[in-house]
C-alpha cells in the first residue's frame, strides 16, 4: 500500500524562471533564380531549374561564392594579389568585410545576442564576437545560422577557461532547450479528483504532461539548468512513496520538494558534437584550451600550498606534472567543468611528485589538520577557484 512521506521543514530558496523552446529565426535570404515561378516549400525561396532550392540545399552556388555572399580569398590568393605578405589578423578582417551581406545581419544578431549574455569585458565580448562570426560563416551550410551562432560562441567562452555549465547557463537565457535537461517524472494521486494538478517551480507555474497510470497519475515536469535548488509545490497532487527519483529532489512534505539537478547539461555538447561532424571545425577546436585553463586555475592563486611546495622544494615538480595531468584530462573530460579537472590534477600532482613523509613533517611544523591536506595540497584553498567561477 503506497503511503504519501511525512512533511518536513520549510526552506526558502532564491527564485528563477524559465523560457520557451529553442526557436530559429526566419531563413536568409535567398539568390533568385533567373526565369523560375516555382518557390521551395520549405522557404518560400525561388528554384533554379533543376528544382533545387538555393537557400536550403547549398549546393546553388556557383565556385567562389558562398550563401552569404561571394566566398572569401585563402591566406595565399589574397597574398598573391596584394603583392605581399598577409598575416592571420590582416586576413581575418578581409574575411569579414566580405561577409557584409545582408544574410548575414541575422548571424550577427544571433551572435550579438548570445555574447551579451555572458558576464565578461567589453573588450573580451568584442573578441569573442569576431571569433565568433569567423567560425560561424564556416558552420552555416550544415548547421544553419541558430546552431552556427550557439557553437562558434560556446567554443570561444570554452577557449577562454569558462566551465561548460557555465556557458550552457548563459546562452540558455535566449534558447532555453540548451540549458534542459531529464525531465521530472512524479507518481502522484489527487486528493480532488475534480480539480486538475498544477506545478509551481519558486511560485511560478510551469509546464508538465500528465498522465493516467491506475488509481495514480505520473506526472512529467519540464527541468532546466538552473533550476538547481528551486522550491516545487504540487497543487491537488501528493506524491507516492518510491514514485519519485530521490537523488534528484529533497523532500519538504508531501506535495513539496527542493530540486537537486547536476551542474551539466548535455544539450551544448550535441551541438558542439554536430559542429565537429560537420566538418567545418576541427575536433581540436571542441576542446578547452589548456594554456587559458592553467592560468586561470594556476598554483600561484593557492597561496598556503604554494608556500608549501616552495619551502620544501617541490614547485617546480609537482607544476609540470599538474600541466601535463590537466592536459590529459581535458583532451577528454566527460562533461566535467575545468574547474572540476585542475583540482584532480592538482591532487594527482602532488600526491605523485610529494613523499608522504614530507607532507607530514609540514602538517606537524604548522600544526595543520591532516584532514584540511591533500599532500602539500591545502584543499580548503581550492574555494578561491570556485570563487573565480562565481565571479565570472
Known sequence: MRRAPAACEFANFSERCAFGPLKAKEPFLAMPAREQEETCEQCGSPL?????????????FQSGSS????????????????GRGVGDRAH???SLSMQQAEGMSHLREEIESLVEQFNASPQTKNSVKQGSERNAVKLLPELGPTKA????????????????????????????????????????????????????????????????????????????????????DLQNAVLCEGGYPAKRMRLLGPSKFVLVLPERTFQLFKILKEARLSGSMPSGDLSVDPVNVLRKYSVAKLPFTERFLRETGYLNRVNARYSAVLRQKLTNGKGRMPRKLAEEALIEACGREVPPGVSELVVRRYRLKPSEMSSLLAITELEAWQRMDTVG
Open 149 to 232: 551562432a550557439v557553437a562558434s560562441v560556446a567554443q570561444e567562452f570554452l577557449n577562454l577557461g569558462r566551465s561548460m555549465a557555465e556557458v550552457s547557463f548563459y546562452i540558455a537565457r535566449v534558447h532555453p532547450r540548451v540549458g534542459r535537461l531529464s525531465s521530472l517524472v512524479l507518481e502522484v494521486y489527487a486528493p480532488d479528483e475534480g480539480r486538475t494538478p498544477s506545478v509551481l517551480v519558486n511560485s511560478r507555474k510551469r509546464d508538465f504532461k500528465s498522465y493516467a497510470d491506475g488509481p495514480y497519475r505520473r506526472l512529467r515536469i519540464s527541468v532546466y539548468c538552473w533550476d538547481g535548488g528551486a522550491v516545487v
Open 48 to 60: 533554379d531549374e533543376s528544382g533545387l532550392c538555393w537557400s536550403c540545399s547549398g549546393g546553388g
Open 67 to 82: 550563401s552569404v555572399g561571394a566566398a572569401p580569398l585563402e591566406k595565399s590568393e589574397l597574398a598573391k594579389v596584394l
Open 92 to 94: 581575418g578582417a578581409y
